[in-house]
T-cell receptor, first 120, second 111 residues
Framework: GAVVSQHPSWVICKSGTSVKIECRSL??????MFWYRQFPKQSLMLMAT???????TYEQGVEKDKFLINHASLTLSTLTVTSAHPEDSSFYIC????WGQGDFSNQPQHFGDGTRLSIL | QKEVEQDPGPLSVPEGAIVSLNCTYS??????FMWYRQYSRKGPELLMY????GNKEDGRFTAQVDKSSKYISLFIRDSQPSDSATYLC???????????FGEGTQLTVNP
């Protein structure tokens, strides 16, 4: 199946630090990547949709300047949490989908393993 | 009212039992229906993926979609302790598009 790699898996840092999370599609070109946030015992909350080469589309209530998303290539998207504070502590998960021909045509989103972010 | 409703459980069954998980939805534009399994502190793993109405079987897993009733199900036969996880239903309007998730059902299979 499709492989989506997310790095780092866990990060602890001080309040005020900016943290970058990478999401890579390892075996297909991801035309669209999605970033989610998940709180304990809750479902996934979509933060933004990222299309390669264009600006991300943020969901209502998600601060664009706080959560910077870059999707510069078909295999890599990054989420930067700027000036992180304890309330930003959460589990962040990316996913990737593919449009086109081949093994992954008409495939739904494949998820990375998530990044646990803890802000002290 | 939520677009997708899923009983969060928790659901506890003995090993070998047949498990039935369900979701209902309200948006008739949904065409693609997925079931994901999520272990603690891991990302969701795609289990089953169906387009429109019908059944799909993969090993011990069977997914059913009834668009007329706006109801989808996942059946797990001969459940194993390793099936203990949270199961999320998800649906979308087009392939690869944004998904709407259910709350997830927490399943425990007891040895």
């Amino acid at each position: 199946g499709a492989v989506v790699s997310q790095h780092p898996s866990w990060v602890i840092c001080k309040s005020g630090t900016s943290v970058k999370i990478e999401c890579r599609s390892l075996d297909f070109q991801a035309t669209t990547m999605f970033w989610y946030r998940q709180f304990p015992k809750q479902s996934l909350m979509l933060m933004a949709t990222s299309n390669e080469g264009s600006k991300a589309t943020y969901e209502q209530g998600v601060e664009k300047d706080k959560f910077l998303i870059n999707h510069a290539s078909l295999t890599l998207s990054t989420l930067t949490v700027t000036s992180a504070h304890p309330e930003d502590s959460s589990f962040y998960i990316c996913s990737a989908s593919f449009w086109g021909q081949g093994d992954f045509s008409n495939q739904p989103q494949h998820f990375g393993d998530g990044t646990r972010l803890s802000i002290l | 009212q939520k677009e997708v409703e899923q009983d969060p459980g928790p659901l506890s069954v003995p090993e070998g039992a047949i498990v039935s998980l369900n979701c209902t939805y309200s948006n008739s534009a949904f065409q693609y229906f997925m079931w994901y399994r999520q272990y603690s502190r891991k990302g969701p793993e795609l289990l089953m993926y169906t387009y429109s109405s019908g059944n799909k079987e993969d090993g011990r897993f069977t997914a059913q979609v009834d668009k007329s009733s706006k109801y989808i199900s996942l059946f797990i036969r001969d459940s194993q302790p390793s099936d203990s996880a949270t199961y999320l239903c998800a649906m979308g309007k087009t392939s690869g598009s944004r998904l709407t998730f259910g709350e997830g059902t927490q399943l425990t299979v007891n040895p």
